[in-house]
């Protein structure tokens, strides 16, 4: 069945829709070697070009899947990094024809929850500011942390990026003396933006991990550098907080799965536990 070129490519992982509609704009996709045009349909049987170069598509509609891993610090969210650091991607489960779609990215030094799927369009809208969906972090901090900064922090602070802020704030346990216990939460995913919040206040930031992305936890029984596999009822809650109609399911889910972290990432066989 054919559907608009951009919701095709969106849930290749491609791009946003909005992305695409602007390479449609600029003549920059073809269809059977036919410039395409808005409103233009395709399907994962058709020659798509872009700029020229074909793009690879599935041979067939995938099931939706969703994964949570356990970010370690030290590891970069990028695919392929230049100075060949860990990347996420390297410990995720290899399948032919199936390409993970991380959904935002957390820094070099930040660990915890980061959610991977293969479908683009539950990606795009997972990520999209519109959706307004929300992120929490246990944050510890060096300094003593009075309540009038932590005001201050949930009315807004102006960065370099513009207003930023927490749309909640707790203290955790034993969130006094010189490191304190936070957990924050942020409607959106700037860069390093947690850190940033608390730096415009002079506080420094010495540990920080995403713990729940959405309505999604990061289970306690999840170490760091595993994953497990979302079932298909947290997959359809998901689809749904991101505003999307119902999505085909995998009735399939993996256990956490354990890495090897002794041997190079492309050597690595994982072990279920």
């Keep these: 069945m054919s559907e608009r070129l951009q919701k095709v490519l969106a849930a290749e992982g491609l791009g946003s829709r909005r992305e695409i509609e602007r390479w449609i704009v600029a003549g920059r996709l073809t269809i059977n070697g036919e ?9 994962l049987n058709d020659i798509i070009e872009l700029d020229g170069k074909r793009l690879r598509l599935s041979s067939k509609a ?27 991607f390297d410990r995720l489960p290899a399948k032919k024809g199936e390409r993970w779609i991380a959904v935002g990215r957390l820094d070099i030094n930040t660990s915890g929850l980061l959610l991977f799927t293969n479908d683009g ?12 969906i929300d992120r929490e972090y246990a944050v510890r901090v060096k300094g003593a942390v009075e309540d009038e900064t932590l005001q201050i922090l949930r009315e807004g602070v102006l960065l370099e990026d ?10 955790g346990r034993n ?28 506080l420094q930031v010495s540990r920080l991990k995403r713990v729940r992305y959405g309505n999604v936890f990061i289970p306690s029984s999840l170490k760091a550098g595993m994953y497990t596999e979302l079932s298909p009822a947290e997959v359809a809650s998901l689809a749904s907080l991101a505003g999307l109609e119902p999505i085909e399911l995998n009735p399939l ?19 279920r536990r």
Excluded at 62 to 83: A, C, F, H, L, W
Excluded at 162 to 171: E, L, V, Y
């Design 35 to 43: 410039v395409a045009s808005l409103g233009a349909k395709a399907n």
């Design 62 to 88: 995938e099931q939706t899947r969703v994964i949570i891993y356990n970010k370690p610090e030290g590891e970069v969210s990028t695919r392929v990094d230049p100075e060949g650091r860990k990347t996420v």
């Design 121 to 132: 369009t539950l990606a795009n809208a997972l990520m999209h500011p519109s959706n307004q």
């Design 162 to 171: 513009g207003i930023a802020r927490f749309t909640d704030i707790q203290r």
């Design 175 to 202: 969130a006094t003396g010189t490191n304190s216990w936070f957990y924050v939460v942020l409607m959106e995913g700037k860069n390093r933006e947690v850190r940033r919040l608390w730096e415009s206040q002079e």
């Design 253 to 271: 889910r993996i256990d956490p799965v354990l890495h090897d972290q002794s041997r190079p990432a492309k050597n690595k066989k994982p072990s």
